[in-house]
């Protein structure tokens, strides 16, 4: 097996970046192919390409889908049946995870909206379905979630008696205190799921945002065929 060609973080990535293996994953990661990206893409997989190092730089930025999507219509039989086979059967994983995923999503917006916390859910799957038009093309591991600044105390509480948990425990005068001066907070239920709780988009201290002004700017999309709102 060739060595991975994946140049470790004290070397420069300037020469890494011309590199056919590299320049085939930046033609592939796009939702919208022109006839002369389709050529460029097919040209490059006829290349001497280390398969190995495609598939680790894909697992690592989170295009397998668009990769192996680009590939079957821009270059069919261009890759070894081996990395085609393989690339399948992640897509498929990361399907069926994202399905998971964004049905869990929904299911903590309908917990939130039953105790009259209005929230908002906002990269992830609604990225996947809105930007990329389809919940398989993006991969994603967690979910985000937005909430007013007056309901994230409340909202902490809700998500804390359905079996999630902080990863940084605190106690009230904490949460308020960092109610202040923070953004999110990050929880993880039992089944591996992950929760950013927002009430700002940026911390206080780096600068102010005015993250109220994003609620009347919402728009609506849909998520497994239910209405939601986002940023």
């Known amino acids: 097996m060739k060595p991975l060609l994946i140049p470790h973080a004290s070397q420069s990535i300037e020469g890494f ?18 006839d002369e990206q389709a050529e460029r893409i097919l040209h490059l997989a006829q290349c001497e390409i280390d398969w190995d190092s495609v598939l ?17 219509i821009c270059a069919p039989g261009a890759a070894p049946q ?14 069926r995870g994202n399905l998971l995923t964004t049905a ?30 389809d919940l398989g093309l993006r991969q994603f591991t967690d979910v985000d979630v937005l909430v007013h600044k007056s309901d994230a105390l409340r909202a902490m509480d809700v998500l804390e008696g ?16 960092y109610l202040a001066y923070g953004a999110a907070r990050h929880f993880v239920r039992a089944d591996g799921l992950n929760l950013d709780l927002h009430w700002n988009l940026t911390h206080r ?15 609506w999309v849909s998520l497994l065929g239910k209405r939601v709102e986002t940023v």
Not at 17 to 32: F, G, I, K, M, S
Not at 82 to 95: F, I, K, P, S
Not at 111 to 120: C, N, R, T, V, W
Not at 207 to 219: G, H, I, K, M, P
Request: aromatic letters at 6%; one cysteine or more; a positive charge.
């Open 17 to 34: 970046e011309h590199r056919p293996e590299a320049q085939l994953l930046y033609a592939c990661a796009r939702t919208q192919i022109t």
């Open 205 to 219: 201290s780096i600068f102010a945002l005015d993250t109220e002004s994003l609620w009347q700017r919402a728009v």
């Open 104 to 133: 869990k999503l929904l299911q903590i917006l309908d917990l939130l909206a039953a105790q009259g916390i209005p929230a908002m859910p906002f990269k992830g799957p609604v990225l996947a379905g809105a930007v990329y038009g």
């Open 162 to 177: 359905s079996s999630f948990r902080p990863d940084l425990p605190l106690s009230r005068p904490q949460q308020k205190a």
């Open 56 to 72: 680790h730089l894909t697992r690592r930025d989170g295009v397998m889908p668009l990769l192996f999507r680009n590939l079957q």
């Open 82 to 95: 081996g990395v085609m086979e393989q690339l399948a059967q992640e897509c498929r994983d990361v399907g």
